[in-house]
């Protein structure tokens, strides 16, 4: 059996896209290196809706980020599959390629229209737009009428809202749903913060932090609505 991850046309799209996304980083450190030489500090941005920053940047996982999320979807059987925040689609393709092979869906969502059109331009590129859909606008309000069960939640938008996404969508986890958010290393694990809040919610979740390529992915697992307890 050979997995769509291995599929040509795929492996293509992620070579393509992975490259891009490199060379953008490298620029962009670059000229942060040269701001700081001549003591410039540049604003950094602050929110999705900062549109010169966000509308371009990739800030994609890396290749082994890719990997993990197929093979933990694939390998639980996932096949409704939601993804908050999916820029020019790397994830999604990683997604899509799981949803292929458990025979379902991946629904992403994306804040600006060029990234959403690049992103199904790619998920068609490598022959998997069939596997995925791309909610456009905030994911706050475009995911919120998902059907379930949802096996597999992906979170990688703007982390102060991974919180308020998640629980919008735990009335329709299936019992054991997997969900893996991106960035934990950006988060100090303070009260207030999804760090904070995912690994003090033993009742719902079982979490572990794992540094996976360039980040820090936690996963977890949901452990069932009716054990709900809020501890944080
Ligand atoms: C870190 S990038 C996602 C990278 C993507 N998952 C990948 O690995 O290729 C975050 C993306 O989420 C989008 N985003 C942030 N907050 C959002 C929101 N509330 N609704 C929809 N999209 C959002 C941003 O525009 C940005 O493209």
Not at 219 to 224: F, H, P, V
């Amino acid at each position: 059996m050979i997995s769509t991850l291995d599929h040509s046309d795929l492996q293509r799209v992620l070579d393509r896209e992975h490259r891009s996304a490199r060379a953008q980083r490298e620029q962009r450190q670059a000229r942060r290196q040269a701001d700081d030489a001549r003591g410039v500090t540049a604003s950094r941005p602050r929110s999705f809706r900062e549109a010169n920053y966000y509308q371009h940047a990739y800030l994609s996982i890396g290749p082994a980020q890719g990997a993990l999320l197929y093979f933990l979807a694939r390998a639980s059987g996932a096949r409704r599959l939601v993804e908050f925040g999916s820029s020019f689609g790397i994830s999604t393709l990683y997604l899509a390629a799981a949803a292929a092979d458990n025979d379902g869906i991946v629904i992403g969502s994306e804040f600006y229209a060029n990234k959403r059109d690049h992103a199904l331009a790619n998920l068609r590129d490598a022959g998997l737009a069939a596997r995925a859909e791309i909610r456009l606008g905030d994911a706050t309000e475009t995911l919120v009428d998902i059907e379930g069960p949802v096996d597999f939640v992906f979170l990688d938008g703007e982390k102060s809202l991974y919180r308020p996404v998640l629980e919008s969508l735990e009335n329709r986890l299936a019992e054991g749903a997997w969900v893996v958010a991106d960035n934990l290393d950006h988060l100090a694990g303070e009260p207030g913060d999804f760090r904070h809040f995912i690994l003090n919610q033993r009742e719902r979740y079982t979490t572990r932090l794992m540094p996976v390529g360039k980040g820090m992915f936690s996963i977890s697992q949901w452990c069932g609505g009716d054990k709900r307890v809020d501890t944080a």
